[in-house]
Each structure stands twice: as C-alpha cells, then as structure tokens.
C-alpha cells in the first residue's frame, strides 16, 4: 500500500525566513506524481507545487520549491522569505496509476511576524 | 474561470436525517473526486468519477452513502440516514485528462456537516 508519513505535526518560522517542511512516502510504483497542498484557515485546500517522478528537476513556483529525492522517497517543501500568508496546514499528497491521491497527516505551518 | 463549487457550505442536521451534498465540477475537467477529511483519519477518497461513471467507490464507508453523477456538471454524495460520526468536512474534487494522463485535482471549498 502506498503511504505518505509528515513528521513534523507543527512548525513555525519568523516572517522573511525560510522554512522545510518533511514528507516521506512508501511505494513500489516508478511512475507517480507528488504534490503539496495547503489549507489556509478558510479550509480551502490550494495547490502549492507538484512534482513528475521521472523528472530530475526540482519543480520551484516562485517562493516555493521542492528537494525530491527519489531513492530516499522524500519530497520536502521549501518557504524562502516566509510570509504572514504562508500560515496554513501543509499536506503532502501521493497519486499513481490513474487517480489514487493519497494525503499525509499534514504540518500546522505558523508564521511569527 | 470558476473554480469547483460546493454547496451547502455548512450543514446541521440530526441523526437518522437524510443529507445531500453537491457539487459543480470545472468546465471541462472529466474527473470528479468525492473526498472526506477528519481529525482522526485525515483526507480520504471516498469514490471517483470519469466521465459521469463511477470508477472506484472503494473508498464510500457504508451503504448508507451513495454519489451520482448525472451529467459533466453536477454531483451528489448522499448520505441516509446520517448518523454523528459522518460529522466531517467533505471536499469535491475535479481534473482533466491531459497527454493521456489525468492532471492536477483542483478542490473545492468544502462542506462541513454537522450530525447531532
């Protein structure tokens, strides 16, 4: 079975710094998709970034990038110049085949201005 | 464009009553995902559609919920009777199939049922 592990149950960071947020996931598949999503307070849930498996670049959306390390089945989501909007829950979600998404137990994302 | 839109965005009832969710898909997209999130279990994908047909419902808890899809542009998740551990937020989902291969699910923003 597929599964996606979140470590860190809260993190928090000053306004302006730079923060990582952990995600690891089991799986046997080689061709699969990562994404993060964010839910802000209003419970909406935003695409952050996604993430192909065969690709070797780490994908960057403006303030958001990722480290993908496909051996190590980690994809971490990096914040640069953290902003008061940042704050949200964070979920690292997993899908293969042609539509299982499968969500991690989220990071609480606080922003100290 | 308009994004996936839900409705009721709230919704109490009491236990034994009959709860129906909707939800408008975006224009276009030809996969409609019903999911549930709570505290205890996280998000969970309940049942998926492709082209109005469902595909995968391994996910529905019980007999006593049911998701139809009679056109491209509108969904139902019912449940009946509703009983307090139904008490959830439960999100529609929708993405379109691009190079063969569906893309991005985009969420919309949820309904949060209450069962007393």
């Known amino acids: 079975a597929q599964t996606v592990t979140q470590s860190q149950p809260e993190m928090s960071v000053q306004e302006a710094e730079t923060v990582t947020l952990s995600c690891t996931y089991d799986?046997?598949?080689?061709?699969?998709?990562l994404f993060w999503y964010k839910q802000p307070p209003s419970r909406q849930m935003i695409l952050v970034i996604r993430?192909?498996?065969?690709?070797?670049q780490n994908a960057t959306e403006n303030r958001f990038s990722v480290n993908f390390q496909k051996a190590a089945k980690s994809f971490s989501l990096k914040i640069s110049d953290s902003q008061l909007g940042d704050a949200a829950m964070y979920f690292c979600?997993?899908?293969?085949?042609?539509?299982?998404?499968?969500f991690g137990q989220g990071t609480r994302l606080t922003i100290n201005p | 464009d308009a994004g996936v839109i839900q409705s009721p965005r709230h919704e109490v009832t009491e236990m034994g009553q009959e709860v129906t969710l909707r939800c408008k898909p975006i224009s276009g997209h030809d996969y409609l995902f019903w999911y549930r999130q709570t505290m205890m279990r996280g998000l969970e994908l309940l049942i998926y559609?492709?082209?109005?047909?469902?595909?995968?419902d391994s996910g529905m808890p019980e007999d006593r919920f049911s998701a139809k899809m009679p056109n491209a542009s509108f969904s139902t998740l019912k449940i009946q009777p509703s009983e307090p551990r139904d008490s959830a937020v439960y999100f529609c989902a929708s993405s379109r199939r691009t190079s063969g291969v569906p893309d991005t699910q985009y969420f919309g923003p949820g309904t949060r049922l209450t069962v007393l």
């Open positions: 799986t046997s598949e080689s061709d699969y998709y």
């Open positions: 979600a997993f899908r293969w085949g042609a539509q299982k998404l499968v």
């Open positions: 559609f492709n082209n109005n047909v469902p595909i995968d």
């Open positions: 993430q192909e498996a065969y690709k070797q």
